[in-house]
């Protein structure tokens, strides 16, 4: 399980919203001086994310309490996959079905550009249904 600390802001009508803060591992590093990485880590780092949660063992919670929430690893797994693979795969197979039927070159990129933009539709909408089941949604692991 992929595991966050973070700080219950709200609980209304149920949801409880968890705020946590981003922060990078670069301090960590052994190579934290050398490494090009450390720029961009530094660039998002202390930006504060707010977000709902589930409750699904019932978990007794209040305002300002320290949680620990997670996502199953599966799952996000195969999240990030669907969200990566789908417009990459879309792309090639735009190209490849454009240059397959003896486009010039500029049909081949436009036809790539064009099944991209799909895929990235697909995943926008399609993916809706999908990830409203709870093993994709963060939930509740531990109150401190």
């Known amino acids: 399980m992929i595991e966050e600390n973070g700080t219950v802001v709200e609980i209304s009508n149920g949801e409880v919203w968890v705020e946590t803060v981003k922060r990078s ?12 990485q450390k720029l961009l880590a530094s ?22 309490d320290s949680v620990l929430v997670g996502i199953e690893e599966g799952a996000f ?3 990030t996959l669907f969200m990566y693979l789908i417009p990459l795969l879309a792309l090639f197979v735009g190209a490849i079905g454009a240059d397959a039927l ?4 500029g049909y081949v990129i436009l036809s790539s550009l064009s099944f991209l933009a799909i ?13 409203r089941s709870y093993k994709y949604q963060p939930t509740l692991v531990k109150v401190f």
């Not at 591992?25 to 090009?36: D, F, H, K, V």
């Not at 780092?45 to 007794?60: D, H, Q, S, T």
């Not at 990235?120 to 399609?126: D, N, V």
């Open 77 to 79: 797994l195969k999240a």
């Open 43 to 64: 660039a998002g780092e202390g930006k504060r994310f707010i977000f709902k949660v589930n409750n699904p063992r019932n978990l007794a919670v209040n305002a300002d």
């Open 102 to 105: 003896g486009l010039s070159e």
């Open 119 to 131: 895929g990235l539709l697909f995943i926008r909408f399609g993916s809706r249904s999908l990830f």
């Open 25 to 36: 591992a670069c301090a960590s590093c052994a190579a934290r001086n050398g490494c090009g």
